[in-house]
């Protein structure tokens, strides 16, 4: 089955700055990669995704970049603010059916220093 | 628009008790599934169901069980409690069972509960 691997476990950054949030995955057929965010006392909702066919996704200050060559996704954030930390999970859905769900990672807690 | 609601919110257990987690959901998806997250775990699919009268077993079924009479219900059972279920409970449901970019996968707030 599909194995995806996350790092950091804990990312702290000035605010104003970039973060980088990295995955890898194993199955070379998964075909759709999303992330989300979870806020403490929430459940995680959905802040970006990107297909298989796509190299790069952006939506205001975040981004997404896919290479599959390498099995390697990152979550993108540029000037960082304080509503901005949480928990970040990257997951992959491989291609064979999708009915048993998303494979994430264990999570990035992202910590924005003022 | 409620999305996706999960009750109760907080539950403590005594090992061996039973309990029933619900879920609901108002948007007509047609894929509901229960998620457990635990400290450095991330999140493991315990049951899932492509629809009515169809649920199928996830990653960690063992000691749950669930049932699927309705589009809109998805109940998550604890039939004996043990404190290795303790842990916080996300139901999630999609438009289509393929998850994708125009059917992405939608969470609950979650159910914490404690066996002790």
């Known amino acids: 089955g599909e194995n995806v691997e996350q790092h950091p476990s804990t990312l702290s950054v000035q605010e104003g700055d970039s973060a980088v949030i990295k995955c890898t995955y194993s199955?070379?057929?998964?075909?759709?990669f999303p992330w989300y965010k979870q806020e403490l006392g929430k459940g995680p909702q959905l802040i970006i995704d990107i297909r298989s066919n796509v190299g790069e996704k952006k939506d205001q200050r975040i981004a997404v970049t896919l290479n599959k060559t390498a099995k390697h996704f990152s979550l993108h954030i540029t000037e960082t603010q304080p509503e901005d930390s949480a928990v970040y999970f990257c997951a992959a859905r491989p291609s064979g059916g999708g009915a048993d769900g998303l494979t994430f990672g264990k999570g990035t807690h992202l910590i924005i220093q003022p | 628009n409620a999305g996706v609601t999960q009750t109760p919110k907080f539950q403590v257990l005594k090992t061996g008790q039973s309990m029933t987690l619900q879920c609901a959901q108002d948007m007509n998806h047609e894929y509901m599934s229960w998620y457990r997250q635990d400290p450095g775990m991330g999140l493991r699919l315990i049951h899932y169901s492509v629809g009515a009268g169809i649920t199928d077993q996830g990653e960690v079924p063992n000691g749950y069980n669930v049932s699927r009479s309705t589009t809109e219900d998805f109940p998550l059972r604890l039939l004996s409690a043990a404190p290795s279920q303790t842990s916080v409970y996300f139901c999630?449901?999609?438009?289509?069972?393929?998850?994708?970019?125009?059917?992405?996968?939608?969470f609950g707030n979650g159910t914490r509960l404690t066996v002790t």
């Open positions: 199955d070379s057929a998964s075909n759709y």
């Open positions: 999630a449901s999609s438009y289509s069972v393929r998850l994708s970019y125009n059917s992405p996968l939608h």
